[in-house]
């Protein structure tokens, strides 16, 4: 086997593992609460693409205890954020809106809107988009 040979089938290769991890990104995703809790706040649209179309933002921002095998588990996941309680530190609430978590949609969303020209949403109805 000719070097330049070799090159083109490492290539080829590296090309189709990266094609493949991109397509186990989910699609866009409409976030809701777990099943039976009553809210008075429309679903919440989130982009996959949108937070790591460059791998700028990396998984384990979000996906925290994601060991980088398999898939990452959902946010409310046994043992996760399932406390109904927003007092609790562990609630579902704070996992989404604690202002003072880097990985929190709000919390971080303030600081990037704070430190660049970026405008995330932050208000109520900006997140959880009235159908
Ligand atoms: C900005 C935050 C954020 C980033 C970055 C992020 N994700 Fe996610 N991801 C989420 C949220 C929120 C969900 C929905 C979780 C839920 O339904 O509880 C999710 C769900 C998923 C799911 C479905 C899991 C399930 O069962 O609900 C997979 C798979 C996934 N993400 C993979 C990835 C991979 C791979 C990366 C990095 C390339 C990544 N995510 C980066 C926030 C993020
Ligand atoms: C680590 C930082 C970070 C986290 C965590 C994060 N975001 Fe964002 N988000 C951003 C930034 C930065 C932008 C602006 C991107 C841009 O303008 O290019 C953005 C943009 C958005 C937008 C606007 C999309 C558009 O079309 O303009 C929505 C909606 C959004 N995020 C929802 C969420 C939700 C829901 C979560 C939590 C599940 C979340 N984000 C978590 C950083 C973050
Ligand atoms: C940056 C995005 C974002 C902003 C801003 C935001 N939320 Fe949320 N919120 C979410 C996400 C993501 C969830 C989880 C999915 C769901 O329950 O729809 C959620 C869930 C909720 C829930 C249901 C869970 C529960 O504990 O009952 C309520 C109620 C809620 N938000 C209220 C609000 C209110 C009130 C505001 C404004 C003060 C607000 N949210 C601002 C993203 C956001």
Known sequence: MTTLYRIFILTAFIF??????AAALPQDMLLL??????????GVPFSHELHDADGTVACITCHHEWDGEGE?????????????????PMSFYGAFHDRNSERSCVGCHRTARRDSDARPPVSCNGCHVPQ
């Open 16 to 21: 189709t593992a990266a094609q493949a991890s």
């Open 72 to 88: 990452p588990l959902g946010c409310a996941s046994e043992g996760c954020h399932v406390s109904e309680s927003r007092r609790d």
């Open 33 to 42: 609460p777990p099943d039976g809790w009553v809210t008075n706040r429309a």
